[in-house]
């Protein structure tokens, strides 16, 4: 399943995950976030829960967004092919 998700689904996924960053998660928990809140919440429901914490806390999310991107770069090195 993961090898067909483009990571800017795989971020938005990972932030609306519970895994925290202070958790200081390895590659495989990253993995396993991404596809629990996906198999949660769905493409969509992950995508709304980002636009949601983006407008009501704004200077928390952006951390986030910023620690999820990474953390995604990390467990996923190697990009999903463009559609």
Do not use: K, Y
């Given at each position: ?10 971020t938005?996924a990972l932030f609306?995950?519970?895994?925290q960053?202070?958790?200081r ?10 596809i629990?809140?996906?198999?949660r ?8 829960l980002?636009a949601q ?8 999310a952006?951390g986030r ?5 990474h953390a995604i ?7 999903s092919p463009?559609?």
């Amino acid at each position: 399943m993961t090898a067909l998700l483009d990571d800017a689904v795989r971020t938005e996924a990972l932030f609306a995950s519970d895994l925290q960053r202070s958790q200081r998660p390895t590659s495989e928990s990253v993995r396993s976030a991404v596809i629990a809140a996906l198999e949660r919440l769905g493409a969509g429901g992950c995508a709304e829960l980002v636009a949601q914490e983006f407008g009501e806390h704004p200077d928390c999310a952006l951390g986030r967004m910023q620690w999820a991107r990474h953390a995604i770069r990390d467990a996923f090195p190697n990009p999903s092919p463009a559609r």
